[in-house]
């Protein structure tokens, strides 16, 4: 109707358009980066890392925490779990904005080409969040935001591309299909 017009007129007279994500790569020199086998969820004592071991040095290196331990550290006293290794270079690329499922299942595609000639990485991480205060969270139902509005899922892919596929949510949400 009447509305819709105006609606349509204000937008396009604003040249309103949809905001393109942002984009922005780094380089994460001499990184502790924990052991794993894509066969060993639960971890190895001295032979590779588990699951939530993973998942909790994940969320340290994109929050850029400092792997030290330095009793001075007032912000974190996280270690690297073990074991782990050191990798001269590690590369982090953050997609920031509204993204569609095909353009994740893209990423994932193109991420397992990193897998091709030199084989340098083992193995390679997507993490895709849901914005806090999203008001849908999994199933299309409510979601609760309480504290933290937790509400997302990491791909982890080894170069045999097994992978393993991990989910949070806060405690108030449905838990994911």
């Known amino acids: 109707g009447a509305e819709g017009s105006t609606l349509m007129?204000?937008?396009s007279k604003n040249q309103i358009q949809?905001?393109?994500p942002k984009i922005t790569f780094?380089?994460?020199?001499?990184?502790q980066c924990p052991v794993l086998q894509s066969n060993d969820l639960q971890g190895k004592p001295e032979e590779s890392c588990s699951t939530e071991e993973l998942f909790e040095?994940?969320?340290?290196?994109?929050?850029?925490?400092?792997f030290d331990n330095t009793s001075s550290s007032f912000l974190s006293t996280y270690?690297?779990?073990?074991?782990?290794?050191?990798?001269?270079?590690?590369?982090?690329?953050?997609i920031t904005g509204f993204i569609i499922p095909e353009k994740i299942i893209q990423l994932l595609e193109q991420l397992c080409?990193?897998?091709?000639e030199p084989k340098l990485a083992y193995w390679l991480t997507l993490t895709v969040h849901g914005f806090a205060d999203s008001p849908v969270s999994w199933r299309e139902?409510?979601?609760g935001f309480h504290k933290g509005g937790e509400n997302l899922y990491n791909?982890?892919?080894?170069r045999n591309l097994d992978y393993w596929l991990q989910m949070a949510v806060g405690a108030h949400d449905d838990c994911p299909p």
């Open 9 to 11: 007129s204000y937008f």
């Open 18 to 20: 949809a905001l393109k």
């Open 26 to 31: 780094s380089t994460l020199r001499d990184l």
């Open 57 to 66: 040095w994940l969320g340290a290196v994109l929050n850029q925490v400092s």
């Open 79 to 94: 270690c690297c779990p073990e074991p782990n290794t050191v990798v001269e270079k590690a590369f982090l690329c953050t």
């Open 113 to 116: 080409c990193y897998f091709g």
């Open 141 to 143: 139902n409510e979601h």
């Open 155 to 158: 791909f982890v892919i080894f």
